[in-house]
């Protein structure tokens, strides 16, 4: 599995992404930009909180009877002339994914962006049979040259500039062009064309799978996953298998809330629906399909208290509303998940040891409960990973000594009234211009950006004693 972006310890990475001054004013534009077209998009819409009430209502039924979806799904796939995979794990996913690729002989793979195929690590996995894979979304093609990560869910290169992609270029690919996007993006088009002619197998993610009638819907921006899933004999699309729909009734109503949530649209530029490979007669489309259905922890997840949070549609408005990210990028969370949705879902797939300081990068503010479109809690499930950790003593050594000291404090009334009263006397000649002389663990984190308040030496029970007597 792939989730994890980088090995830097998680107070390394944060230090690090508060310091970058072009990511930070770049996720700050993006989310005031997309924030404000969300809005009118919603706005727009009208009986917003009715539509969200219908989403949810939507994933709910799907996650209560997905046993049942999935099985209509696989056989629709099947009798379309499709082959299906259910993946217990990440490797069964890659493994297989792998075989085909072998069997055709592969060697060039053109992908469309897809966030469960870098959760599980697919490029890697292909790229150790020498088969050159190339991303063809344009973000995601940008940070493949330059050996960078994605930073958002849906817009995977928002962490760079201008002057940091026209560098890229011409370092990895000899651009000598103006920087313009349009000049850019060109020079990419031009540069990729002939790859999908090339290519032998496509493979693409899976916003939302058909049921009724084992068709795949794909929503994009930029057309290249047409391409991708069109001109090569080979189209393999990959799904987490929570990410179905009953009918295309309900996939109206969740591509709706998708495009305006994740980037102020009414719709994406391109809405694709693919069912099955190509059928005798027809002109274009894969001789071959493969749906690939990923398990790799949902079923464990749907069978615990944080079901709630495989609703996920993947539109990243609450990265695009969260202070936290705001300060630290996606890249300060460690994982190819960031964001609010990263602090719940990735220690619930990666496990608590890799991501243990996730559900901490959070001020539990709640502003992405507010614009879920399927209204996930997802607040209240970073808290209760914090609630998990203590119960399985997962908290820092410093942090489980304080609390202890607190706690014999706190039901000792003798102890506490001394503490007190001696704390109110020394602590206003121990602390000089806000800062204490020793600052570590927690009040160091503290005070670098914030001053501790100056004491008049006097304790609340003194203060509280004197008026109390008048």
């Known amino acids: ?199 032998d197998i496509g493979i693409s993610g899976c916003n939302f799978a058909v049921a009724e009638t084992g068709s795949v819907c794909l929503v994009t921006n930029e057309g290249n996953l047409r391409l991708a899933t069109t001109l090569p004999k080979t189209h393999i699309a990959v799904m987490g298998m929570e990410r179905l729909a009953p009918t295309f009734q309900e996939v109206d109503v969740l591509i709706t809330m998708l495009a305006r949530s994740a980037v102020g649209a009414k719709l994406t530029g391109y809405n694709t629906w693919l069912t099955g490979p190509r059928l005798e007669g027809e002109t274009d489309g894969p001789e071959d399909f493969h749906l690939v259905i990923v398990d790799n922890g ?71 409960n507010s614009v879920c479109p399927v209204r996930i809690p997802l607040a209240q499930l970073i808290n209760k990973h914090r609630e998990k950790m203590v119960e399985q003593n997962l908290r820092p050594p410093l942090e489980k000594l304080s609390i202890l000291g607190f706690n014999f404090a706190n039901s000792h009334p003798a102890v506490w009234k001394v503490g007190v009263n001696m704390g109110a006397k020394l602590i206003n000649k121990l602390i000089k211009d806000g800062k204490a002389p020793i600052s570590v663990g927690a009040l160091g984190e503290w005070t670098k950006a914030r001053n501790l308040p100056q004491s008049d030496g006097e304790s609340f029970r003194d203060w509280f004693k004197k008026r109390g007597s008048n």
């Open 1 to 199: 599995m792939s989730l994890k972006t980088s090995n830097l310890a998680f107070k390394e990475r944060v230090n690090h992404e508060v310091n970058n001054e072009i990511m930070r004013k770049a996720v700050v534009k993006a989310q005031e930009t997309i924030g404000a077209n969300r809005q009118k998009m919603v706005d727009e819409l009208g009986h917003w909180e009715e539509w969200r009430d219908l989403a949810k209502q939507i994933r709910n039924h799907v996650l209560q009877n997905l046993d049942a979806y999935l099985y209509q799904l696989s056989e629709n796939v099947i009798k379309n002339g499709g082959h299906v995979f259910f993946a217990e794990t990440a490797e069964e996913a890659t493994n297989y994914i792998r075989r085909i690729a072998r069997e055709k002989n592969a060697k060039k793979i053109v992908k469309s962006k897809s966030m469960v195929t870098e959760e599980i690590g697919l490029n890697a996995v292909l790229e150790q049979d020498n088969i050159q894979v190339i991303e063809t979304d344009l973000g995601e093609y940008l940070l493949q040259i330059s050996g960078d990560k994605p930073s958002h869910i849906v817009v995977p290169a928002i962490h760079k500039d201008r002057h940091q992609i026209r560098k890229d270029l011409h370092e990895k690919l000899g651009y000598e062009g103006a920087e313009t996007p349009e000049d850019m993006t060109l020079f990419v088009r031009k540069k990729i064309r002939q790859d999908f002619l090339e290519a």
């Open 298 to 368: 949902r079923s464990d997840i749907l069978a615990s208290e944080f079901k709630e949070v495989l609703r996920c549609i993947r539109c990243g408005a609450c990265l695009n509303t969260c202070p936290a990210y705001r300060q630290i990028g996606g890249h300060g969370y460690g994982s190819i998940y960031p964001g609010p949705i990263g602090a719940v879902i990735s220690p619930l797939l990666g496990g608590y040891e890799e991501f243990k300081d996730l559900p901490y990068a959070c001020s539990l503010c709640t502003a992405c």
